[in-house]
């Protein structure tokens, strides 16, 4: 009689955001198990199979979808793991800035969303910092700003808006003096 020694079985996802129409792949962290010896069996929860080490699928459709991952050594001995990967759409419609563009620091740019969308990102370009998550941003200094549509991490449209910087009012007054006479 041969007994099997358990082999232990692990995948994981190379992308933390699964978007539709993007291919997915799925890693084998331990590197024991790919090569000779062992034979893998993907079934991606649609209806779509590979017998790939590590393979890389593209789903159509948004949902959450169990990922079976089988793995047979020489002998026979198997294990099986299975993992939920949830698959989102982008987001879809339109951004739309109300008012003029550029606006001047100080003012509060407002934005029409048509659509499909779970978050609004505001990006300030320069140092590629986030500045808000909502339709509305009151922007304390000039720069260049994108408005980013997000839906389960996957991203979509982008608005570009010009903020100015106030400009700053001088005078220049010669060095005389100046007296008033009264009289």
Same mark, same amino acid.
């Given at each position: 009689?041969?007994?099997?020694? /358990?082999?232990?079985?692990?995948?994981? +996802?190379?992308?933390?955001?699964? !978007?539709? &129409? =993007?291919?997915?792949?799925?890693? @084998?962290?331990?590197?024991?198990?790919?090569?000779?010896?062992?034979?893998?069996?993907?079934?991606?929860?649609?209806?779509?199979?590979?017998?790939?080490?590590?393979?890389?699928?593209?789903?159509?459709?948004?949902?959450?979808?169990?990922?079976?991952?089988?793995?047979?050594?020489?002998?026979?001995?198997?294990?099986?793991?299975?993992?939920?990967?949830?698959?989102?759409?982008? /987001?879809?419609?339109?951004?739309?800035? +109300?008012?003029?563009?550029?606006? !001047?620091? &100080? =003012?509060?740019?407002?934005?029409? @969303?048509?659509?499909?969308?779970?978050?609004?990102?505001?990006?300030?370009?320069?140092?590629?910092?986030?500045?808000?998550?909502?339709?509305?941003?009151?922007?304390?200094?000039?720069?260049?700003?994108?408005?980013?549509?997000?839906?389960?991490?996957?991203?979509?449209?982008?608005?570009?808006?010009?903020?100015?910087?106030?400009?700053?009012?001088?005078?220049?007054?010669?060095?005389?003096?100046?007296?008033?006479?009264?009289?």
């Amino acid at each position: 009689i041969y007994c099997c020694s /358990p082999c232990s079985v692990n995948a994981d +996802l190379s992308a933390d955001t699964v !978007c539709i &129409g =993007d291919a997915t792949c799925f890693d @084998v962290p331990d590197n024991a198990m790919i090569g000779a010896g062992f034979t893998h069996q993907w079934n991606f929860g649609d209806g779509d199979m590979s017998n790939g080490d590590e393979p890389c699928h593209v789903y159509a459709e948004a949902g959450t979808y169990d990922v079976t991952h089988i793995v047979v050594d020489s002998t026979g001995c198997s294990d099986t793991l299975t993992l939920s990967v949830v698959v989102s759409d982008y /987001p879809s419609g339109s951004i739309e800035l +109300l008012g003029c563009n550029p606006h !001047c620091e &100080g =003012d509060s740019v407002y934005l029409v @969303v048509n659509g499909t969308y779970d978050a609004i990102t505001w990006i300030e370009l320069t140092d590629s910092v986030v500045v808000g998550t909502s339709d509305t941003l009151i922007v304390t200094g000039g720069g260049v700003f994108n408005a980013v549509l997000t839906n389960g991490g996957c991203t979509g449209d982008c608005l570009a808006i010009t903020i100015s910087s106030q400009p700053l009012a001088e005078v220049d007054l010669p060095d005389t003096m100046v007296c008033s006479i009264n009289g």
